[in-house]
């Protein structure tokens, strides 16, 4: 029996060995991007977007949305949900073309910024969501690129987004 529990603390010992070296040669940065079609307008799309306050209506991953105070004149709140605390900033706003949120990161494990694009078509918009992360734990990033996958947070917002306005869409990797 000493034998059996021994080697399996050699195992997961080795195993997070394994995960926290191989997180260690990945690159701290990333960058990811999705896309999909939708037959709202860019105004409308934009309008949603840019109403964090409203987000917990429509995105099941935030559970409540705290505001901050504003930093440089910039709109800061804090995103609730199962995953903890996510403390974000407008960090640039082109309505209804153009938005840029940033991580307020200290302290986490992650950061960086999500740049959504807005573009006209004849059948409503395009949006892009483009994630230019960081993660600085060598453990998360392991599990951010093999197990999460870098564009799973940006797929989900896009797949909500659809739903809320009762569209059924299909989100594309473009990077």
Do not use: C
Not at 28 to 57: G, K, L, N
Not at 131 to 157: D, K, N, Q
Request: glycine letters at 8%.
């Amino acid at each position: 029996m000493k034998r059996i529990v021994i080697g399996m603390l050699v195992v997961i010992v080795a195993a997070f060995g394994i995960v926290y070296g191989v997180g260690l040669s990945l690159p701290q940065d990333h960058v990811a991007a999705v896309h999909a079609e939708f037959a709202a307008s860019p105004e409308q799309i934009f309008a949603t977007i840019t109403d964090y306050r409203a987000h917990p209506e429509w995105r099941p991953s935030v559970e409540r949305v705290e505001e901050l105070p504003a930093r440089d004149g910039k709109q800061a709140w804090v995103e609730l949900g199962a995953t903890g605390p996510l403390p974000m900033e407008l960090t640039e706003s082109a309505p209804p073309v153009r938005l840029v949120t940033t991580i307020l990161s200290e302290g986490l494990p992650f950061g960086g910024r999500w740049i959504y694009e807005i573009e006209p078509t004849a059948a409503g918009a395009t949006v892009t969501i483009t994630e230019e992360g960081e993660v600085y734990s060598p453990i998360f990033r392991f599990v951010s690129r093999y197990i999460m996958g870098h564009h799973t947070s940006a797929s989900l917002f896009l797949s909500d987004l659809g739903a809320h306005f009762g569209e059924n869409i299909t989100v594309d990797i473009v990077r």
